[in-house]
């Protein structure tokens, strides 16, 4: 299972909370998605997109009035249909040392958005086992002609290396990218506010 464990402010916006998922999932917010709260829709409209009755950058986190451990679903890739389920385990003050959103825990690597779906992703994981990564290596750095075609094994290489990783979750780099992104936003509000 592929897990996060995340803190926002209940002032976030439900835009917010996808460019906050899309972040932690290392996804890049190429494919449609919308969440799904209490049988009622909400999304970023685009191109292809249900109509919404609310705007996702309006609709602040707050406004919902949740409930402990209430779930509701976030999903993404209408193709591959990656359903995120996202539950609310507590209510704590706001740190105001700390930045937000913040990622405090998790587990495993995302899958890639365009893998072809969760039963692909088993499929794909199951393939390239540490065995078949290994033996790819080997073959690889026995090839003659290395030293004239290793950039022609470059993007094997990165694939390998990703799937040799895929149980890995680095929350400190999660966290990093989260304050790139959402650093930015609230230094411009500032400024915009300022002016």
């Known amino acids: 299972m592929v897990w996060r464990r995340l803190l926002v402010r209940s002032d976030s916006t439900i835009a917010d909370l996808h460019r906050t998922l899309q972040t932690i999932m290392e996804w890049h917010d190429v494919y449609l998605h919308h969440f799904l709260i209490r049988g009622k829709r909400y999304g970023i409209a685009r191109i292809g997109t249900w109509g919404f009755m609310d705007w996702a950058d309006t609709v602040h986190l707050e406004q919902l009035n949740w409930r402990l451990n209430e779930k509701f679903f976030y999903e993404y890739n209408y193709y591959d249909e990656w359903q995120l389920v996202i539950r609310l385990e507590a209510r704590l003050p706001i740190d105001s040392s700390k930045h937000y959103p913040r990622c405090i825990g998790g587990k495993r690597a995302a899958p890639p958005e365009d893998c072809g779906g969760a039963w692909r992703f088993m499929e794909l994981k199951e393939h390239y086992s540490p065995f078949f990564i290994l033996d790819r290596f080997v073959a690889i750095l026995k090839d003659p002609d290395l030293d004239k075609t290793r950039w022609d094994y470059a993007d094997e290489l990165r694939q390998l290396l990703h799937w040799l990783d895929v149980d890995r979750f ?14 930015k936003e609230r230094d411009t509000e500032e400024t915009a506010n300022e002016g």
């Open 170 to 183: 680095d929350r400190r780099h999660a966290n990093r990218r989260l304050r790139e992104l959402f650093g």
